[in-house]
């Protein structure tokens, strides 16, 4: 079984800064996915960012990117030059691939406030 | 444009009644999943299909059932509803691929039993 945890219930960044928010997972797959999600209020969830665990090379999109830490089971999400659109609610979510029919494990959810 | 949509965005119900919460897929996908989302706990899966008339059991499955007639629909049940299945319910659907599998959300229910 996979499981996810983000253990920041709640973020803030001011408007044009970095931000990191942080996410572990635990799997006993060697082939899996992990993802950002960003569910903006009263809105639908969206995909971020997705990131292949045999890919070395962190995944970067516009202003997102993630640092993934292997061996730590780390998956944090950096979102720099912040916009006020960026404030949501973020899940981290893995998948275990194969036959796993893309179910996917989600985290808490980490709430981003951006300040103007 | 991709588009995911479910029956209703809000929805108040009595203890007791059966409830049907529908979801609609345009984007011909397999795969389709309901969630219910609760403040610190996340999205937890409740049931998911990979075909037509097939099901299988997701994390939290106690209290409800799924229908899946046709490819596009996939229709989530509560035979009984009582106040802790008061919550905001997620459909998605994917592809049924080997490679990763991007889900697409509807906008979800919010549902609430007295």
């Known amino acids: 079984a996979q499981t996810v945890t983000q253990s920041q219930p709640e973020m803030s960044v001011q408007e044009a800064e970095t931000v990191t928010l942080s996410c572990t997972y635990d799997t006993s797959e060697s082939d899996y996915y992990l993802f950002w999600y960003k569910q903006p209020p009263s809105r639908q969830m969206i995909l971020v960012i997705r990131q292949e665990a045999y890919k070395q090379q962190n995944a970067t999109e516009n202003r997102f990117s993630v640092n993934f830490q292997k061996a730590a089971k780390s998956f944090s999400l950096k979102i720099s030059d912040s916009q006020l659109g960026d404030a949501a609610m973020y899940f981290c979510a893995s998948d275990a691939g194969g036959t796993s029919y893309g179910k996917l494990t989600f985290g808490q959810g980490t709430i981003l406030t951006v300040h103007p | 444009d991709v588009k995911v949509t479910q029956s209703s965005r809000y929805l108040v119900k009595r203890t007791g009644e059966k409830v049907f919460l529908e979801c609609v897929q345009d984007?011909?996908?397999?795969?389709m999943f309901w969630y219910r989302q609760d403040p610190g706990l996340g999205l937890r899966l409740i049931y998911f299909s990979y075909d037509v008339k097939m099901k299988e059991k997701g994390d939290i499955p106690e209290g409800y059932s799924v229908s899946r007639e046709k490819k596009e629909r996939f229709s989530l049940i509560l035979e009984s509803a009582s106040t802790n299945q008061t919550s905001m319910y997620l459909c998605?659907?994917?592809?049924?691929?080997?490679?990763?599998?991007?889900?697409?959300f509807g906008p979800g229910t919010r549902l609430t039993v007295l």
């Open positions: 984007m011909d996908h397999e795969n």
């Open positions: 998605a659907s994917s592809f049924r691929t080997i490679a990763y599998n991007e889900q697409f």
